[in-house]
């Protein structure tokens, strides 16, 4: 099935949000270690970044390391690195020629001081870019991001540069990672769970959600683009009539 060819291009979801999971059942189905499947998860990573770039989405935002990742043995989280650091040295000159920025959903201060500088160099080469916004959640957790929030809010509010009168829905998502970003309009999970996993939890308060039994190694272009079709044909009411 070609679902590009069906898309309504006016009528893309402006920010993205995907639950990038299946990795290891992948590899498990053809005998090899999880670690497989990471390193064929992130050739899609490549490939949807592409896509969501192609058809004008504005934000795309990727589960890539959950504060609850750090459960994984040594060796599964070392190779994530390995794998994120491919991701940047590999792809940062064509993510600065197409105009787009990156920007870390977390605290990615957590990682190996060798990540921790390709992060900030990715950051820093990319901050003028707006053509769309890449947030990759590295030691991203939502629980968190709210929590991180409030304290940031406490601190403005202590030292008298906000008054409690002024914080909403609106002024707090200022403190979120993703400030000044669109909202969330869509959140696909593939691989079968039925779950938010403590992704996007402010954000997704009006996203629509696409969930696909097709495991993320093997979730190509046109399952995004599938994905994106289905939005479109969803009616969204934001709790009128
Ligand atoms: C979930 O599959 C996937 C992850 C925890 C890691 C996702 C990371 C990548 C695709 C590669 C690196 C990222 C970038 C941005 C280059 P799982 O291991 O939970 O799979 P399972 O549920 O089948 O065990």
Redesign the pocket.
């Known amino acids: 099935m070609n679902y590009y060819d069906k898309l309504d291009l006016e009528n893309i979801p402006k920010h993205v949000g995907i ?10 189905k053809r005998k090899m270690p ?1 670690t497989f ?3 064929e ?2 050739q ?3 490939e949807i970044v592409e896509a969501a770039y192609k058809i004008n989405v504005k934000s795309l935002t ?5 504060t609850e ?1 750090w459960k ?1 043995p040594d060796e ?1 989280i070392s190779k ?1 690195m390995d ?2 650091a ?3 040295k590999n792809q940062l000159e064509k993510i600065k020629k197409n105009n787009i920025r990156i920007n870390v959903l977390g605290d990615y201060k957590a990682f190996p001081d060798k990540i921790v500088r390709l992060i900030e160099t990715a950051l820093q080469e990319t901050k003028s870019n707006d053509k769309m916004i890449l947030n ?1 959640g590295l030691n991203y957790g939502g629980q968190s991001e709210i929590v991180r929030a409030s304290k940031l809010i406490c601190e403005d509010v202590i030292a008298g540069r906000v008054s409690l009168e002024d914080i909403d829905v609106e002024s707090f998502k200022d403190y979120l990672y993703t400030r000044e970003q669109e909202e969330l309009d869509l959140l696909i999970r593939p ?1 079968g ?1 039925l779950r938010v996993s403590n992704f996007l939890l402010y954000q997704l308060a009006y996203s629509e959600f696409y969930f696909s039994n097709i ?2 190694p093997d979730f190509h272009e046109d399952e995004f683009y599938k994905a994106i079709y289905d939005f479109q044909k969803r009616n969204r009411r934001y709790g009128g009539l």
């Open positions: 639950i990038m999971d299946g990795n290891g059942r992948w590899a498990k999880r499947g990471h390193r998860g992130t899609r990573v490549i990727l589960y890539a390391f959950s990742n994984r599964e994530l794998l994120l491919y991701y940047i990759i691989s769970e495991l993320w």
